[in-house]
């Protein structure tokens, strides 16, 4: 596992480095750090380089923890991401990036240490994929990252959260059972199936995914979507708060 701390304070810094060889020596867990003192610097080597998880603090000078992750998520949605802060108040819009954890400050081992525990857990086990099989090919895709699917001229693509596509010739209805099934994935035209979990704005007519792509929603199916939305994002909030009173009680 590879793991970026960013943080401009170097007590903190200095504390979540310390936590964190506390932890490979204890668990005797194989991974790296490199830590940072502003998003800047992080952003930068990101270009680079791939982190299975950021270890960000939201209040920092310049540009700050949440502005950081949401120019991270626009190419990234791999990356884990646990903010720390010593407020509580960016909880529920931290979940517009998809962070992992929202942990306040100060960290300790009864904390972080079983936060760590189950993304370590999570990077060995397989990913859950929709299995795809064509006369030519044969593959995976990890529900996690589809965006949509859109099916048009007897073709189906699946848009993926890295910005790229596959291309698959057949129907919607071939695949429609196993998504609908999953959480989050709702039909929202006779064409498109969408992932809620990276849906950025929903609006009459359409909605913008986190990556920027818009997506077309019937007018007759609108309003079992933003039901279905308005619940998946409680959801979320309501776990993330649930988070938050669970440090607090630390």
């Given at each position: 596992?590879?793991?970026?701390?960013?943080?401009?304070?170097?007590?903190?810094?200095?504390?979540?480095v310390?936590?964190?060889?506390?932890?490979?020596?204890?668990?005797?867990?194989?991974?790296?750090?490199?830590?940072?003192?502003?998003?800047?610097?992080?952003?930068?080597?990101?270009g680079?380089?791939?982190?299975?998880?950021?270890?960000?603090?939201?209040?920092?000078?310049?540009?700050?923890?949440?502005?950081?992750?949401?120019?991270?998520?626009?190419?990234?949605?791999?990356?884990?991401?646990?903010?720390?802060?010593?407020?509580?108040?960016?909880?529920?819009?931290?979940?517009?990036?998809?962070?992992?954890?929202?942990?306040?400050?100060?960290?300790?081992?009864?904390?972080?240490?079983?936060?760590?525990?189950?993304l370590?857990?999570?990077?060995?086990?397989?990913?859950?994929?929709?299995?795809i099989?064509t006369?030519?090919?044969?593959?995976?895709?990890?529900?996690?990252?589809?965006?949509?699917?859109?099916?048009?001229?007897?073709?189906?693509?699946?848009?993926?959260?890295?910005?790229?596509?596959?291309?698959?010739?057949?129907?919607?209805?071939?695949?429609?059972?196993?998504?609908?099934?999953?959480?989050?994935?709702?039909?929202?035209h006779?064409?498109?199936?969408?992932?809620?979990?990276?849906?950025?704005?929903?609006?009459?007519?359409?909605?913008?995914?986190?990556?920027?792509?818009?997506?077309?929603?019937?007018?007759?199916?609108?309003?079992?979507?933003?039901?279905?939305?308005?619940?998946?994002?409680?959801?979320?909030?309501?776990?993330?708060?649930?988070?938050?009173?669970?440090?607090?009680?630390?």
């Open positions: 596992m590879k793991i970026a701390v960013c943080d401009d304070d170097n007590r903190d810094l200095l504390q979540i310390s936590l964190l060889e506390a932890y490979r020596h204890d668990r005797k867990a194989d991974f790296s750090y490199v830590s940072f003192q502003n998003a800047t610097e992080l952003l930068t080597s990101m680079g380089r791939n982190y299975d998880l950021l270890l960000l603090d939201v209040l920092m000078p310049g540009i700050n923890g949440i502005q950081a992750a949401r120019e991270i998520r626009e190419h990234n949605s791999r990356t884990e991401i646990i903010f720390l802060t010593s407020s509580p108040e960016f909880a529920v819009e931290s979940y517009s990036v998809r962070a992992h954890y929202y942990l306040l400050k100060p960290a300790s081992e009864e904390k972080l240490f079983p936060i760590l525990d189950k370590t857990a999570d990077l060995k086990r397989p990913e859950d994929a929709l299995h099989k006369q030519t090919s044969v593959f995976t895709l990890p529900y996690a990252k589809i965006e949509y699917i859109e099916v048009s001229a007897k073709k189906l693509y699946f848009y993926l959260t890295d910005g790229t596509y596959r291309e698959i010739p057949g129907r919607l209805s071939d695949f429609e059972r196993p998504l609908l099934k999953r959480p989050g994935f709702v039909k929202v006779r064409s498109y199936i969408v992932n809620l979990q990276w849906v950025g704005e929903l609006r009459q007519g359409e909605l913008v995914t986190a990556a920027g792509r818009r997506v077309p929603v019937a007018r007759t199916t609108y309003p079992q979507v933003r039901t279905a939305y308005t619940q998946f994002l409680f959801e979320e909030a309501e776990e993330l708060t649930t988070q938050r009173g669970e440090d607090t009680k630390c």
